[in-house]
């Protein structure tokens, strides 16, 4: 089974920056890529990046504008989401998810189809 837990979520004003962290439970086969989504309230829950199962693969819509990093760390236990130059409309409930072992390892998108296993988010807020 695979579990993931986000941090790292806060407020911070108009253009700062913060590093979501999804802690990943399970056994690395168990899961294909990792993304991150953000929900507003109000809208609907959006991809923001993702990484494949071997790392080769990120991928960004054009809405991030360059301003989000997606990374992990060596051991594949955490994916990390730097933000950058934070405005206001970021403001929502982030959310890391894992897509279907099922899925072959250069896999990865940003639409929520194929992921299987969520977190319960982290909010971050940006306000003045």
């Known amino acids: 089974q695979v579990q993931l837990v986000e941090s790292g979520g806060g407020l911070v004003h108009p253009g700062g920056s913060l590093r979501l962290s999804c802690g990943i439970t399970?056994?690395?086969?168990?899961?294909?890529?990792i993304g991150w989504f953000r929900q507003a309230p109000g809208k609907e829950r959006e991809g923001l990046a993702c990484i494949s199962n071997n790392g080769r693969v990120t991928k960004y819509p054009d809405s991030v504008e360059a301003r989000f990093t997606i990374s992990r760390s060596n051991d594949n236990k955490t994916v990390y989401l730097q933000m950058n130059s934070l405005k206001p409309e970021d403001t929502a409930t982030y959310y890391c998810?894992?897509?279907?072992?099922?899925?072959?390892?250069?896999?990865?998108?940003?639409?929520?189809?194929?992921?299987?296993?969520w977190g319960r988010g982290t909010q971050v807020s940006v306000s003045s």
């Open positions: 399970g056994i690395t086969w168990d899961y294909s890529a």
């Open positions: 998810a894992a897509g279907s072992a099922l899925r072959d390892s250069n896999w990865c998108a940003n639409s929520l189809d194929g992921y299987v296993y």
